[in-house]
């Protein structure tokens, strides 16, 4: 394993500092010069761009620190490739062209793979699934989509619940509104601008639903997720032809997986199997 053989060379670089350090020296002879060992060699970047706006997935701490499921996944996954994660706070709507722009060299940021992202961008394996539900006030009548005609509904701009949205909903009567970012409609709700959102089941729990402000308000219709519109789950998006490090971080996801960094990372933010179908 390369960590293993970083390891290494870290002991040794540490032994032969720790002998330089005994060899003292005699009152009657001149100490030789002697130059100092060479720190070990810092990894090499790997520049991940994150939306820090979509809890509890990616995050900010309250000293603006980027934290959450997926700065964990990829802080691990860059263990295994000895890479260092440097993140790039982006945007949603213009991830992809970021991308295309070698602004930075993944997003690792609950990106869906589909098939129209296929087009511009490729991505490893999946490393999360989870469904999309419709959120409003719990006292709305509803038996279908189109008992949300004339509301007002909140969406991520550029996401996959904009994608539903904007082919299911706005056909029923349903305002749609596309925002930058995700804790940008939460703040909408709450002031009475909208009347819901359409979010990942679970980012909706953590960032909204379970806080004060998302009080009186809940789930209505089925789990959505289908494959037009949601993909087969998410993973790393990187620019197309970029195949070693496709395949070095395939192999990561696969290593924490098995060597169980997965399931703990998961288990700190989620009581439920987040990797999915």
């Not at 703040?187 to 953590?206: F, H, N, Q, W, Y």
Request: charged letters at 25%; proline letters at 5%; one cysteine or more.
């Amino acid at each position: 394993m390369k960590s293993l053989f970083l390891s290494l060379t870290v002991v040794a670089v540490a032994t032969l500092a720790g002998c330089g350090k005994s060899d003292t020296t005699s009152n009657t002879a001149a100490a030789p010069a002697s130059t100092a060992p060479a720190a070990p060699a810092q990894r090499p970047e790997l520049k991940v761009a994150i939306d820090p706006t979509y809890e509890p997935f990616t995050f900010k701490t309250p000293d603006g620190k980027p934290t959450g499921f997926d700065v964990d996944i990829a802080e691990a996954l860059c263990a295994e490739i000895q890479r260092q994660c440097v993140y790039v706070e982006q945007v949603w709507d213009s991830m992809i062209p970021g991308l295309q722009a070698k602004k930075y060299d993944v997003i690792v940021s609950s990106m869906s793979i589909t098939e129209d992202r296929l087009k511009v961008v490729d991505f490893t394996d999946k490393y999360y699934n989870t469904p999309s539900r419709i959120v409003v006030k719990s006292d709305t009548p509803f038996t279908d989509i189109a008992s949300l005609k004339g509301k007002k509904i909140g969406v991520l701009k550029g996401s996959t619940q904009e994608k539903y949205a904007m082919g299911e909903l706005r056909p029923a009567g349903v305002s749609i509104v596309p925002y930058e970012a995700q804790d940008q409609v939460y703040l909408d709700i709450k002031s009475g601008r909208l009347d819901g959102t359409v979010a990942d089941s679970v980012e909706v729990t953590g960032g909204f639903l379970s806080k004060p402000e998302g009080q009186g308000y809940g789930f209505v219709g089925p789990v959505l997720n289908d494959v037009k519109y949601y993909g087969s789950g998410v993973g790393i998006a990187l620019r197309q032809g970029e195949t070693q490090l496709k395949d070095e971080l395939n192999a990561a996801i696969k290593a924490i997986r098995s060597n169980g960094t997965y399931d703990t990372v998961s288990k700190k933010y989620f009581d439920f199997d987040v990797y999915g179908d």
